[in-house]
């Protein structure tokens, strides 16, 4: 290690002999530990150094190596290709400031915490190829504002959601199983809009579904239904409407929303809510009508009854003794009883002026009392 690093050493004396515009070409400190089966990150390193390879060793970058490397503020490049490192945990890089290119590769990363490349604002290249990356959540590079490089070959990823990298000149994404369905048209319309460069078109192609296979991710012909999902198509059509509206009567408008909804059938939901409430409905009047329905047979049979008039009271007179042998014809009834019936019948005489005289009223007590 120490003979490696050994020209760095009189780096400050050779700089002096150098004029000022060839200094800042002769800053590098180079210090290459590949292949030497390091399991963690050596702290004896000269601080220094500015680039860094610790490839195809057996470094996880747990918690040891990311302390160890913040003593490193001076590297511009780190390269931990081919290592045993399976999660990116946050800051594991944060003391980093100067680093421009980190290459990542080949390596077992199935996560990346979100706040994994915090603290690395002059990043150029992030190189996180050939890993077992399932899903990259756009956030994580927000902290690499000058990130103009972004390699994920070979890696797992089948959707990509487009992060905000605003000085992003090349993306690498070939060897993914791509599925180029509905979403992949975001991706495909930020290619289309933008000045990003996908290295190695043509061999960055689908894998899903079976109909776009072989095709560029960048040129797949979106499906039909696909456009649906998208606000762009709904407002372009609302336009239309308006317009059409504002250039037309309200009864052409009102002809052509009628016949819009006539086209669309009704779905499964609909018609079960209409059998619903229909149902509803049907019991709730026939529970009424069974509530009711007494009620207004009580109230018929009320209005039947009047007081009596005089003509019908004679002509009920009448009706009894023109038919005397109604009485007779009566079965089984006593001599009592006919006169009790009898009686009752005729308790009441029509008097001289008019009046009814109801011969329960004693006349004695009410001579009396006049």
């Not at 009704?266 to 509803?280: D, E, H, M, N």
Request: with cysteine; net charge negative; aromatic share 10%.
């Amino acid at each position: 290690m120490k003979t490696t690093c050994i020209l760095a050493s009189f780096w400050p004396l050779y700089v002096l002999l150098l004029p000022e515009e060839s200094r800042t070409s002769q800053t590098e400190v180079k210090c290459n530990f590949t292949e030497k089966n390091y399991s963690l990150i050596p702290a004896d390193i000269n601080k220094d150094v500015t680039i860094l390879d610790l490839s195809y060793n057996q470094i996880t970058l747990n918690i040891t190596d990311t302390s160890v490397l913040q003593v490193y503020f001076s590297l511009t490049e780190l390269y931990l290709i081919g290592n045993n490192i399976i999660i990116l945990h946050n800051n594991s890089f944060g003391n980093l400031s100067n680093l421009n290119i980190l290459n990542i590769c080949r390596n077992s990363i199935h996560l990346i915490q979100q706040g994994a490349f915090i603290g690395l604002n002059k990043l150029r290249q992030l190189h996180l190829c050939q890993n077992k990356l399932l899903h990259l959540d756009p956030d994580i590079f927000l902290p690499l504002r000058n990130l103009q490089i972004l390699n994920l070959q070979g890696n797992l990823i089948s959707s990509f959601h487009v992060p905000q990298l605003f000085h992003l000149e090349v993306i690498i994404l070939y060897g993914n199983p791509w599925n180029c369905s509905c979403g992949l048209l975001n991706l495909q319309n930020w290619f289309n809009t933008s000045n990003v460069t996908l290295e190695n078109e043509n061999i960055t192609t689908c894998s899903y579904p079976d109909a776009l296979k072989f095709y560029s991710i960048k040129t797949a012909p979106s499906m039909a239904e696909c456009y649906s999902k998208f606000p762009s198509a709904p407002s372009k059509e609302l336009s239309i409407n308006f317009q059409s509206i504002g250039n037309s009567t309200f009864n052409s408008s009102l002809n052509n929303l009628t016949r819009n909804s006539e086209h669309e059938p009704l779905g499964k939901s609909w018609a079960f809510l209409i059998g619903v409430v229909v149902t509803v409905l049907i019991t709730s009047l026939i529970i009424l009508i069974a509530i009711k329905c007494p009620l207004w047979y009580n109230l018929l049979l009320s209005y039947n009854h009047h007081l009596l008039q005089e003509h019908e009271a004679e002509s009920y007179d009448d009706s009894l003794t023109g038919n005397p042998s109604s009485l007779s014809q009566m079965p089984d009834t006593n001599s009592e009883d006919t006169t009790v019936i009898f009686e009752q019948l005729h308790s009441f005489v029509v008097d001289d002026d008019g009046f009814i005289e109801d011969k329960y009223i004693d006349t004695h007590e009410l001579h009396e009392e006049n």
